[in-house]
Each structure stands twice: as C-alpha cells, then as structure tokens.
C-alpha cells in the first residue's frame, strides 16, 4: 500500500481546472496545490489539514509549470 503524506497548510485562494476546485495551501514558504471536490469551500486564511496517499502526488517545475514527477 501506498505511504501517507500529512500536513497541514494555510488556504492563501482558490480557483477551479474542469470539475476540480483548486485550493492553493501555503505550507512553509511553499504554495501547493490541492486538486478537490468543487463542493468543498475553504476559507481564505484558514488552517485545512491535508492528507494523501504519495501515488498520487504530481510535482511541476514552477518556472515552466510542466509536470516533473511523476
């Protein structure tokens, strides 16, 4: 089974791609996106726990915005 990432990140916005709400968490100094149900609404500002299972995870240079990993 796959490994289980965890944390938690503070919701910066949100925007929508097709039928997924976007939700950009700021973790750090790091902004990652969060693809989700378009039924959920976060709040700007507000701490949202976060956790996924790693095979899910793709990962985009920020320059370019291709997809690095997988």
Do not use: H
Not at 15 to 41: E, M
Not at 48 to 60: A, C
Request: aromatic residues 8%.
């Amino acid at each position: 089974s796959p490994m289980i990432c965890q944390f938690t990140g503070r919701v910066r916005t949100t925007g929508a791609s097709l039928s997924r709400l976007l939700i950009y968490l700021g973790v750090g100094n790091q902004t990652l996106v969060v693809a989700c149900d378009p039924t959920f609404r976060p709040n700007i500002g507000e701490l949202m726990p976060v956790q996924f299972p790693l095979d899910k995870v793709v990962l985009f240079d920020p320059v370019t915005e291709r997809a690095i990993f997988p």
